[in-house]
């Protein structure tokens, strides 16, 4: 059965159904701006604004169906929540076609990504039922990022990236904190200390109650959350390589997107939340 798309899992209205890429109205920006070193995530090397091997002259991907097989886990994971044909828009539209113009877009794309992140995030707080008092701060941050997010690469490279998100994420807390009230909110669990940036990796968690632990920025690798329950857990920002979702219930996580999803390992089991697709190696090691 084929997956659905992640627009099609959102309701209509939701910003979120404007930052998800579009690779056929890009100029394969993360394929040519990105470096990328050989590792179990990349089978070669690759230093930032050289075409990668496998990129045609079309600017399509000659192994993007065989990806993770071929050594390109690192590109399967990757997501620029559509950044990347926006950028690649303006550049058509504004800047002509130099050598100095490719630089400083291709240099661009990482700024443009963090802005769209932000702007998912920022999308998903306005959904949220939670969201109601700080409605007015969470639209205004939303409309700004997302004109932040248009501007011209030479607009993107002189942008203070780190204020942008000390004036986003404080309010992203908030959201959460309104969220988990009421809920569990464990900060130990078998052992292990929970919280923002915690080191969690390799965390024995199946099964835990996690039901409105503060998880920020946690180091979540390949630790075991099978069948646990993620209700109102901040997962923003948090390491989820190969950490184990199978049969976890994340419907209704907070800040979890598709990379750090794609990035996991889960089941037909796990419930993922809106606009979260589940990844085609999950589908096929499930058939298999």
């Known amino acids: 059965m084929t997956e659905p798309t992640r627009t099609a899992l959102l309701p209509r209205g939701d910003r979120r159904q404007l930052l998800v890429p579009s690779c056929g109205d890009c100029l394969a920006l993360c394929c040519v701006a990105l470096a990328f070193t050989r590792s179990a995530d990349f089978a070669h090397d690759k ?68 802005l769209h992140e932000l702007q998912w995030w920022l999308a998903e707080a306005l959904a949220h039922p939670d969201a109601g008092p700080q409605r007015r701060a969470l639209l205004d941050a939303a409309e700004a990022t997302q004109r932040l997010g248009g501007a011209g690469p030479e607009a993107l490279l002189a942008l203070d990236l780190d204020a942008v998100r000390a004036s986003v994420l404080p309010l992203l807390a908030e959201l959460a904190a309104a969220a988990r009230r009421g809920l569990p909110a ?31 920025g946690a180091l979540l690798i390949a630790a075991s959350l099978r069948g646990a329950d993620l209700a109102a857990t901040d997962l923003l920002a948090a390491d989820l390589r190969d950490a184990d ?44």
């Not at 990129?55 to 000659?62: E, G, I, N, P, V």
């Open 245 to 288: 979702l199978s049969g976890a219930d994340a419907s209704a996580a907070l800040f979890l997107t598709q990379p750090q999803v794609t990035a996991a390992m889960g089941d037909a089991s796990t419930l993922l939340p809106p606009g979260i697709r589940r990844p085609d190696h999950w589908v096929a090691a499930h058939r298999d």
């Open 186 to 216: 464990p900060t130990r669990v078998r052992g292990r200390t929970l919280g923002p940036r915690a080191d969690l990796l390799g965390a024995r968690l199946d099964g835990a109650d996690l039901r409105g632990a503060d998880l920020r």
């Open 47 to 114: 230093p930032a604004g050289e075409p990668c091997r496998n990129l045609a002259d079309d600017r399509s991907c000659t192994i993007h169906a065989e990806l993770r097989p071929r050594g390109y886990r690192g590109c399967s994971v990757y997501d620029c929540f559509g950044a990347g044909q926006r950028l690649s828009q303006a550049a058509v539209d504004s800047a002509p076609d130099t050598r100095t113009a490719r630089t400083a877009l291709y240099a661009a794309l990482p700024i443009a990504r963090a």
